[in-house]
């Protein structure tokens, strides 16, 4: 079956320090891998994805890359801030018209 | 992308009561999902709601518990029944962009005494 897994957390950094979080996945097809953002105290926002293979997916720093000879789609970001402090999820979404299937969410803490 | 809202927000029940909460989309939409996210946990998926047809139940998940309403195509109400505090959890909506994206409200937080 379909499944997300990400590195465990939490993950605690200082300013400026580099991000990588990693995420692999097992799915049949091609499917399409995406990042969301859950802020402290609010809603899921969709932060980055990619719908095949070797597309990178970028936004507000972060990039990711769909690797399908590894399946993997790990974040990265050169600078982390405080205000990035979040729990992070790396999800699919094998089939359009269904729900997408998520990682455990990796909790990023950065300190000044 | 879409924007949703719900309502309420966060809510404080007691045990044996029942919560319904409501997801509005600014735009007509096929398919709404609802989620539930247990304290310090992933997202689970507890059923999908077409308009016009009976939503249908992920294992785990049943209508008694759960009723869901799909009146029209952007909105839709989760009930929460017979809640006990096992059902304390972040219940979100969604809706499926473009390109198999999710789009997803902002949660209500509900708190089961």
């Known amino acids: 079956g379909n499944s997300v897994t990400q590195m465990e957390g939490p993950v605690t950094l200082s300013e400026e320090a580099f991000l990588t979080i990693n995420c692999t996945y097992t799915?049949?097809?091609?499917?399409?891998l995406f990042w969301y953002v859950q802020y402290p105290g609010e809603g899921l926002q969709l932060l980055l994805k990619?719908?095949?293979?070797?597309d990178k997916g970028s936004n507000k720093g972060f990039e990711a890359t769909y690797r399908k000879e590894t399946t993997s789609f790990h974040l990265e970001k050169g600078s982390v801030q405080v205000s990035d402090s979040a729990v992070y999820f790396c999800?699919?979404?094998?089939?359009?018209?269904?729900?997408?299937?998520f990682g455990k969410g990796t909790t990023l803490s950065v300190s000044s | 992308s879409a924007v949703i809202s719900q309502k309420p927000s966060r809510d404080i029940c007691q045990r044996g009561t029942s919560l319904t909460i409501q997801c509005q989309v600014d735009s007509q939409v096929t398919m709404m999902f609802w989620y539930r996210q247990q304290p310090g946990q992933s997202l689970t998926l507890i059923a999908t709601a077409n308009q016009g047809s009976e939503a249908t139940y992920e294992s785990g998940f049943v209508i008694d518990k759960f009723p869901i309403s799909r009146p029209n195509l952007t909105f839709s109400t989760l009930t929460v029944s017979n809640m006990s505090p096992e059902d304390s959890s972040i219940y979100l909506c969604s809706v499926e962009g473009l390109f198999d994206e999710q789009f997803f409200g902002p949660g209500t937080r509900l708190t089961v005494l």
């Open positions: 990619a719908t095949k293979a070797d």
């Open positions: 799915a049949t097809g091609y499917p399409s």
């Open positions: 999800a699919l979404s094998n089939q359009a018209g269904t729900a997408l299937i």
